[in-house]
């Protein structure tokens, strides 16, 4: 009888037990779930994310483990397309198409992809039927695969029968964009931290993005990415409109860690091998290799500082001091192929990109870091906006600005600009000893650059902080159609600086050409 009782009283509490187990797995998997999808999802969900995760101490993030996909070469790596007939929004008359990148060889860390459908978010998981895997045998588990490890954007950029890459989210917080007609060249992060400093570059990556899913009358898509690193963590909000000039409109929220000892805002990354300025530095067939060939800056005082990029044996950082910057961009202005001479990196159809600030930044400086480099497969160049206000743990900082990847030249209204910059031995042809100075040549197009410019009152003014500045002339140019300056340059110290415009009346008509000079 007591045995009975016993058996039945242990029945009703595993009952119970069953019964309060199952209610608090299910508040325990509704909570789980709340983290996968979100309803009323806005940019304030992933801006409230950054902010929780800079109260917590920084995670590393995790990387595949697969020696399979770690060790797959370049070419393996390539191997792995994506297929297009599977994406999620192929053949849905959509404006826009979203494609992923693969894990593997240098790309080892996964990221979360989540759809954003009527303000509802859900992720994306990880399917191996996304992707055609080539000649590479090995099976992975799909289990394995905590993510990718980025992903395209297409659209109907250069004509309406096909989806061109438009935007790539690939490694780190890189990103590129295209307008139309245009091949990839440089990059853009989502920030840069320490560089070009003893202590060491920090990059930050884009952990998790959001995907708004357009609509078939959508002109802008927009994605939102979450952004964490060792001292800081951040919210970005991209909104991209593609065309002749594909504009990208980004709010960036930062919750710092710790206090950083330099963060550079809007950072641009090229490549800068040889031009006209220092070819003789390299044995090359081509006369020109480049992504970009000039940094310009539109600092708050109305000047258009134009800033010849360069290749030298010693690190160069340029430092532009600014209040109210109204813009700087990475520009490749020479669009003759001819002057190329390489059919197939098309180094001339390389997007230029321009930044401008959508608030006032105040105080800051715009920084040009040149890094030593003799081949064209290293980004060499990096240039960002470092804001004088120190960046302190616990803080909020908020930067919006707008990106635009370009074909056209960046100018000041009726203002001349900087066409080509030119260098040799100084000095005139059977002189005595020139072997000090150097020449600078530098062409200039304008409107009102005519043949008749010295009758208009129009003259060079150059500079140089401490070196001497002998034999300037300028001429009419009939082949650019403007005016080339000549001007001789005798050092005086290991670091100078030099610049040369163009006066009317007393007044700048051109950009001002800034050259750093390094012995």
Not at 242 to 260: K, S, Y
Request: proline share 4%; aromatic share 14%; hydrophobic share 35%.
């Amino acid at each position: 009888m007591l045995k009975n009782f016993l058996i039945c009283l242990l029945s009703i509490i595993l009952c119970f037990c069953c019964y309060y187990g199952l209610i608090y797995y299910k508040q325990i998997t509704d909570k789980t779930n709340s983290n996968l999808v979100v309803t009323n999802f806005s940019f304030n969900n992933v801006i409230d994310k950054a902010k929780q995760l800079s109260k917590m101490p920084y995670a590393v993030p995790d990387t595949i483990s697969s020696s399979e996909l770690l060790n797959l070469s370049y070419d393996q790596y390539r191997d792995i397309r994506f297929v297009r007939k599977n994406g999620p929004w192929y053949n849905q008359k959509l404006p826009y198409e979203v494609q992923f990148f693969h894990l593997g060889s240098i790309f080892k860390i996964p990221v979360k992809i989540n759809e954003v459908v009527n303000n509802v978010s859900k992720p994306i998981n990880f399917s191996a039927k996304y992707f055609d895997y080539g000649n590479n045998k090995f099976n992975e588990n799909d289990d394995e695969i905590l993510g990718y490890a980025g992903f395209r954007i297409h659209s109907p950029l250069n004509t309406s029968a096909y989806y061109d890459e438009l935007v790539t989210f690939l490694g780190a917080s890189y990103f590129r964009g295209l307008a139309k007609g245009q091949k990839y060249g440089l990059s853009a992060r989502g920030l840069a931290i320490n560089t070009a400093e003893m202590i060491g570059e920090e990059f930050p990556i884009f952990k998790e993005f959001w995907l708004q899913k357009p609509k078939t009358k959508d002109k802008v898509i927009t994605l939102y990415a979450l952004l964490d690193s060792k001292s800081v963590s951040g919210a970005y909000c991209f909104e991209i409109i593609p065309g002749a000039n594909t504009i990208m409109n980004i709010e960036a929220h930062l919750f710092p860690r710790e206090n950083i000892q330099k963060i550079g805002i809007a950072p641009l990354t090229s490549m800068f091998l040889f031009g006209e300025n220092n070819k003789n530095d390299f044995d090359d067939f081509r006369l020109e290799v480049h992504d970009s060939d000039g940094l310009l800056v539109h600092n708050g005082h109305g000047e258009w500082l134009w800033r010849p990029l360069d290749n030298s044996k010693k690190l160069r950082i340029s430092s532009f001091v600014d209040n109210g910057l109204k813009g700087f961009g990475l520009l490749q202005r020479d669009r003759d192929l001819s002057n190329y001479q390489d059919f197939e990196a098309n180094y001339q159809s390389r997007p230029s990109a321009w930044v401008e600030p959508l608030e006032n930044w105040n105080e800051g400086i715009v920084q040009l870091v040149e890094i030593p480099s003799r081949q064209e497969i290293h980004d060499n160049i990096v240039a960002y906006w470092v804001p004088k206000v120190p960046i302190e743990a616990g803080r909020e900082y908020k930067f919006s600005y707008r990106l635009i990847w370009l074909n056209d030249v960046i100018k000041g209204e009726d203002i001349a600009y900087v066409a080509a910059t030119r260098t040799g031995q100084g000095g005139i042809s059977g002189s005595e000893d020139v072997s000090e100075t150097r020449k600078f040549v530098i062409d200039f197009i304008g409107k009102n650059l005519g043949s008749d410019f010295s009758q208009k009152g129009i003259i060079p003014n150059v500079s140089a902080i401490s070196g001497k500045i002998i034999n300037v002339s300028a001429i009419y140019n009939p082949i650019t159609k403007g005016i080339t300056v000549y001007a001789d340059y005798a050092p005086h110290s290991d670091n100078d600086e030099i610049r040369i415009s163009l006066e009317q009346n007393g007044k700048t008509i051109s950009e001002i050409w800034s050259y750093q000079w390094l012995k």
